[in-house]
Nanobody, 121 residues
Framework: QVQLVESGGGLVQPGGSLRLSCAAS????????MGWYRQAPGKQRELVAH???????NYADSVKGRFTISRDNAKNTVYLQMNSLKPEDTAVYYC???????????????WGQGTLVTVSS
């Protein structure tokens, strides 16, 4: 079974930085795409950033120039470096992995449990 474990959330002041990590486990052969989504209270879940196995990247307009997504394919891990954080970045951040091939099974999509990021003074 494939699992995603996130870490790195917490409380930070406006203008500060945080780095989120998400590690996938479970006899994984390959993961086509990995990304980060977020859901603020009372709002729908939205895409933050997405990176393919080839390194193609997409960002939400609201985070362009402030957030950087990267991945380590050998470790099946994706990172989100968040700089110049704003109060409106406050949300639960979810890791997503898509088109996952393991030694035994194919998974269309797996989600992490979420990690809370709070930007407040």
């Amino acid at each position: 079974q494939v699992q995603l474990v996130e870490s790195g959330g917490g409380l930070v002041q406006p203008g500060g930085s945080l780095r989120l990590s998400c590690a996938a486990s479970g006899s994984i052969f390959s993961i086509n795409a990995m990304g980060w989504y977020r859901q603020a209270p009372g709002k729908q879940r939205e895409l933050v950033a997405h990176i393919s196995i080839s390194g193609r990247i997409n960002y939400a307009d609201s985070v362009k120039g402030r957030f950087t997504i990267s991945r380590d394919n050998a470790k099946n891990t994706v990172y989100l470096q968040m700089n110049s954080l704003k109060p409106e970045d406050t949300a639960v951040y979810y890791c997503n992995a898509a088109d996952i091939r393991t030694n035994f099974q194919w998974y269309p999509e797996v989600w992490g449990q979420g990690t809370l990021v709070t930007v407040s003074s």
